[in-house]
């Protein structure tokens, strides 16, 4: 069970196509739906992204359109909630080791992170 019912999502390469933070891509298969059921379970939605305040009425556009729920978008801070979602995250467990055996296996792949 959830203390709290507060989800971040992040917005570039999370909800929309990571294409540039000049513009505003698509959104990713499913979220629209995702948020959707989100919202319907009670989820506060907040987006995260480190792009410019000033975007903010572009990107909210861009999710109405799409079909994509939230409540908030936050800028370059963290939002307190229970649950971040980030194409980029990486789940810490308390042990560093693991962490650096992980940055060492994705500095050898040819994807780019």
């Known amino acids: 069970m959830w203390?709290?019912?507060k989800i971040a999502l992040d917005y570039d390469g999370t909800l929309v196509e990571?294409?540039?933070p000049k513009?505003?891509?698509k959104i990713?298969?499913?979220a629209?739906?995702?948020?959707q059921w989100l919202k319907k379970e009670g989820w506060e939605i907040t987006i995260s992204t480190c792009r410019p305040d000033y975007m903010r009425k572009e990107m909210t556009n861009n999710l109405k359109k799409q079909g994509v729920k939230f409540d908030y978008i936050t800028f370059y801070g963290k939002p307190c909630v229970s649950l971040f979602v980030d194409d980029k995250a990486y789940r810490f467990t308390g042990r560093w080791d693991?962490?650096?055996?992980f940055i060492v296996e994705k500095s050898k792949s040819k994807r780019k992170y």
């Not at 629209?32 to 948020?35: L, R, V």
């Open 3 to 5: 203390k709290y019912k």
């Open 18 to 20: 990571d294409i540039s």
């Open 23 to 25: 513009t505003n891509g």
């Open 28 to 30: 990713i298969k499913g």
């Open 32 to 35: 629209d739906k995702f948020t």
């Open 98 to 101: 693991c962490l650096k055996e």
